[in-house]
């Protein structure tokens, strides 16, 4: 069964502490994205990697760091310098050098972190 | 670079009803367009996407989109809305045309009333 998969589904962290997200896809998608996703807001990308062991800061990199090291694994962490990170964050995949600009992302069910 | 704006950030419609989501591109070129879809607390789920091949588009659950460039919109209709519709919805391009980030509008919340 083909897709992408996130964990944990809710996430709780205390302030000062770094915290990793997991993504996995088995669909053999080259790129990978992350999403922070705030109420009301669409989504703001944050890291995206089109190739094992190279990433790219995206919007709001600030705060955060992954690695690529294997093809179907982006994980994400949430470090403290984040200022505000209780959100939505989404993990994304696409095929990018079959296909270029404009191809389908196909995202992960999502990871909801909770700072208390 | 690409923007995407989505006209209404609320519908509400009567199940039965027809819907019409609204969302507006700025770029020059003809580029390839998504909606996607959100239920609360999941990922985006692709409803359709636009390629060029076709103006008109159909999509998964009955949804279809409408590509017209001398408008620069990509409107979303469905005849009729089911309680199963009421969700979030994003329309989606790429950043720019040589640009593998995409360009989120801010979203459309679905009411389906009973």
């Known amino acids: 069964d083909g897709g992408i998969t996130q964990s944990p589904k809710y996430l709780f962290r205390k302030e000062g502490q770094n915290v990793t997200l997991s993504c996995e896809q088995n669909?053999?998608?080259?790129?990978m994205y992350w999403y922070r996703q705030d109420p009301g807001q669409g989504l703001r990308l944050i890291y995206y990697?089109?190739?094992?062991?190279?990433?790219q800061k995206g919007d709001i990199a600030e705060g955060y760091s992954v690695s690529r090291e294997k093809k179907e694994s982006f994980p994400l962490t949430v470090t403290s310098a984040q200022k505000n990170p209780t959100a939505f964050y989404l993990c994304?995949?696409?095929?990018?050098?079959?296909?270029?600009?404009?191809?389908?992302?196909?995202f992960g069910p999502g990871t909801r972190l909770t700072v208390l | 670079a690409q923007s995407v704006t989505q006209l209404d950030s609320h519908v509400s419609v009567s199940e039965g009803t027809p819907v019409l989501l609204r969302c507006n591109y700025s770029?020059?070129?003809?580029?390839?367009l998504f909606w996607y879809v959100q239920h609360p607390n999941k990922g985006l789920q692709l409803l359709l996407k636009?390629?060029?091949?076709?103006?008109l588009v159909k999509g998964i659950n009955g949804f279809e989109a409408e590509f017209k460039k001398s408008e620069t919109s990509f409107h979303l209709t469905k005849p009729s809305a089911h309680m199963s519709d009421a969700a979030e919805y994003f329309c989606v391009a790429p950043f720019s045309s040589n640009d593998y980030k995409l360009s989120f509008g801010a979203g459309t919340t679905v009411t389906v009333r009973a």
């Open positions: 636009y390629t060029s091949a076709a103006t």
């Open positions: 990697s089109q190739i094992v062991n190279d990433f």
């Open positions: 669909l053999n998608h080259d790129a």
């Open positions: 994304a995949s696409s095929i990018e050098k079959a296909g270029g600009p404009g191809d389908t992302q196909y």
């Open positions: 770029s020059s070129y003809s580029p390839s």
